[in-house]
């Protein structure tokens, strides 16, 4: 038999980030004591609001099975003394497991020599009714909060003061007692709308009950209501609300039901950035941007936001003033940081971030913002000359990637930076291209997030997070564990999400991520003394992170190790090469595997091809040397150009119709490769080794699965 199970526990009102992380961990921690006391179940769902987190168990079960196990113990010889008789390990072993001395055995466990002790321990199901008071309380203790508090006289902690508990097994209330609260089943309406206790009479009726009394349990739901309400509002508006839903994933946590409301702002703010106003509306007020739908002005902000109230508004008009008047007086404070950065240069911030120290460990000749940005300038200066960028934008850019830092408004709103890094280039006579690299030079803003657009913006981000990643490493700061407080990882990943992104577009660029390292090192010159064991660290910190990146875009393994260990250099030649190593025919492993194989084995005994291949020492004109030789030189401008131009499987296409000459070769010519003549040795070797050379660019084929 089994029963629904619904818990909840009402409280003052928890915050949305709290929250947030609360109803994500939550299934997984119930599901984990609910598996620990054995009890099974048809599924968990989590729901709450500010007041409240509940939690509904689907069809529990109303008994633990019966548990009979055996428990392997020690060796026999370390439980049992000569004369039979149990020693104190083998006591111990018994009382720890509760089971009666003479019941254990001895005899031979699978998987280990000699024998063991084994004791079997039978252990009755026990009725779930009486297990869920300290589960449920166990559940409530166990939940993870940033920050707790007491209260009252109390030593129970939660995020905020428990008010009430809910807790029904099957229709019935579960004798709970926890955090000086007794469990019934009167849960609680609307603080405003229907402030009252509401009775609840079974964990079905739970969502329900609760709606009637204007509480959206469900996280889902309200998120859909919210959704409505926006549409709503642009419905009567004719505007269209900008999609946020990082911020939507916040306001659904910020009420139990939401209203929409629409306000507005005095238009003479837009003159400012669009980017500062809708930072401060969804930073400090939680406001939705609005923009024009059509027109000219289509996809301009407009002078209106969307806000949730919590309740129903009985006077919207009244609502409407309130946040106009507070938004007018943050809006005021960015107009004025905005006019009065104006009045300073780019040049003037550098020199006030000069001496800002970026991190100490560099030392006092590499440490501050200023040392690193006459880095970038150097690095970006010379990479430019290999790739196909405005390098005079690129160089200013470098110059000024990190001025806008000291600006009154990204102190404001540090996620602007870049952003208005960009406007106070335009604002300041840069080039265009300047403002938009020194935007994009912060791009990606994540895994997954837009890398930038431009050439110019890319080689200064992979400038920036380079220079950062080689002093780190170069001066022993790597991550250790799952620890990186410098975000290394993060700028690892970036740099290669561009390399990708670049490479495949197939541009003239500084692929070699070996030689941007390299390049990043020199930059320092002598200030620090960079440690080549902590470069080499770099690169394989790279490796691993590039094969995490594959895999995870769905790339077979195998083949991205495969393809990483020939060079991973060239983050988007690696992904090809990758992609085209999942898909090697059978009979092209197998010729390069007979080639490959014999290369190695002369090597192990210090045999070297000759130089060149003389095919006057071939046994005749047309015999299985010759055979094979005219099969692939016919082919090989087809091979070259195939790499060059990353076409793999037309690689594979050449050597798998000269596979027959391989095999006839090996099988049938009367070929002694490891002919005791060392001319002739040598030479077939040469042969083999002209073959085997260009298809190890791409990858040792021999490590695939499958390969024959």
């Known amino acids: 038999m089994s029963s629904d199970l619904l818990f909840e526990i009402g409280c003052e ?140 006289w109390s030593e ?123 930072a401060e509306m969804r930073t400090h007020q939680r406001y939705f941007a609005m923009e024009d739908r059509d027109g000219p002005r289509a996809g301009k902000l407009a002078h209106k936001f969307a806000t949730m109230m919590a309740t129903i508004v009985k006077d919207p008009a009244v609502v409407q003033r309130g946040n106009a008047f507070v938004i007018a007086s943050r809006l005021s404070d960015a107009k004025f940081f905005f006019s009065e950065d104006k009045k300073k240069s780019f040049e003037q911030w550098n020199d006030k971030l000069a001496k800002v120290v970026f991190q100490a460990k560099l030392g006092d000749r590499a440490k501050t913002i200023g040392h690193k940005i006459a880095r970038l300038e150097t690095l970006v200066e010379a990479l430019a000359q290999s790739a196909e960028v405005d390098a005079a934008a690129a160089r200013r850019a470098a110059r000024f990637c990190k001025s806008d830092l000291a600006s009154s408004v990204v102190g404001e709103f540090p996620e602007l930076q870049g952003v208005m890094g960009r406007h106070y280039a335009g604002y300041f006579g840069e080039a265009e291209r300047v403002g938009v690299a020194i935007d994009e030079h912060y791009w990606p803003k994540g895994q997954g997030a837009a890398p930038p657009a431009t050439a110019e913006g890319a080689l200064v981000a992979i400038a920036d997070r380079l220079d950062t990643l080689v002093g780190c490493f170069a001066t022993g700061l790597q991550p250790t564990g799952s620890a990186d407080p410098l975000g290394l990882r993060r700028a690892a990943i970036g740099v290669l999400g561009i390399m990708l992104d670049r490479g495949d577009r197939r541009e003239r660029w500084p692929y070699n991520l070996d030689s941007m390292i390299e390049a990043s090192a020199s930059t320092y010159g002598d200030a620090i003394a960079i440690d080549p064991a902590g470069l080499d660290q770099l690169r394989e910190f790279f490796r691993t992170r590039l094969r995490g990146l594959l895999v995870e875009q769905g790339i077979d393994a195998q083949a991205v190790d495969v393809a990483i260990g020939i060079g991973a250099s060239n983050p988007s030649d690696v992904r090809v090469r990758a992609g085209h190593l999942a898909n090697v025919p059978p009979d092209v492993r197998a010729a390069f595997k007979r080639i490959a194989n014999i290369l190695d084995d002369a090597k192990a005994k210090g045999i070297a091809p000759a130089h060149g291949i003389d095919i006057n020492l071939f046994i005749s004109k047309d015999g299985a040397e010759a055979r094979l030789w005219e099969a692939y030189r016919s082919r090989r401008d087809r091979l070259e150009d195939g790499l060059s131009k990353r076409q793999y499987d037309e690689c594979f296409k050449v050597l798998a119709e000269i596979g027959p000459d391989v095999a006839a070769f090996f099988d049938k010519g009367g070929v002694m490769v490891m002919d005791p003549d060392p001319k002739l040795r040598d030479n077939r070797l040469a042969l083999l080794n002209e073959i085997h050379r260009p298809f190890m660019k791409i990858g040792d084929f021999r490590k695939l699965g499958g390969a024959s």
Not at 51 to 63: F, G, K, P
Not at 77 to 100: H, I, R, Y
Not at 162 to 186: C, D, M, N, S
Not at 187 to 192: C, E, I, L, P
């Open 156 to 278: 129970t902690t939660f995020v905020r003061p428990v008010q009430w508990l809910v807790a029904l097994f099957g229709g019935e209330i579960v004798p709970l007692t926890w955090a000086g609260l007794t469990a019934g089943r009167e849960s609680r309406g609307h603080r405003f709308l229907h402030n009252q206790p509401v009775e609840i009479s079974s964990a079905a009726a739970y969502v329900d009950a609760l709606a009637k009394v204007h509480v959206i349990v469900d996280p889902e739901a309200r998120r859909a209501r919210v959704r409505d309400e926006l549409a709503r509002l642009e419905r009567e508006t004719g505007l269209r609300v900008r999609p946020d839903e990082p911020l939507l994933g916040e306001v659904i946590h910020l009420g139990e039901y939401p209203v929409g409301i629409c306000g507005e702002f005095d238009p003479a703010f837009l003159e400012v950035p669009e980017e500062i106003i809708v």
């Open 13 to 152: 009102e928890i915050p949305a980030t709290m929250l947030t992380r609360a109803l994500a961990e939550l299934p997984g921690l119930v599901e984990t004591r609910l598996a620990g006391a054995r009890l099974a179940h048809g599924g968990v769902r989590v729901l709450g609001t500010p007041r409240r987190l509940a939690m509904i168990v689907d069809q529990l079960a109303d008994r633990q099975p019966d548990l009979n196990e055996e428990i392997v113990g020690p060796p026999a010889g370390a439980a049992f003394a000569a004369d039979g008789t149990l020693t104190k390990a083998g006591q111990g072993f018994a009382a720890k497991n509760g089971v009666d001395p003479a019941a254990l055995t001895r005899r031979e466990v699978a998987g280990k020599k000699g024998q063991y002790v084994v004791a079997v321990r039978s252990v009755a199901g026990q009725d779930t009714r009486g297990l869920l008071p300290e589960l449920l309380a166990d559940v409530a203790r166990s939940i993870t909060w940033q920050k707790s508090q007491r209260w009252g």
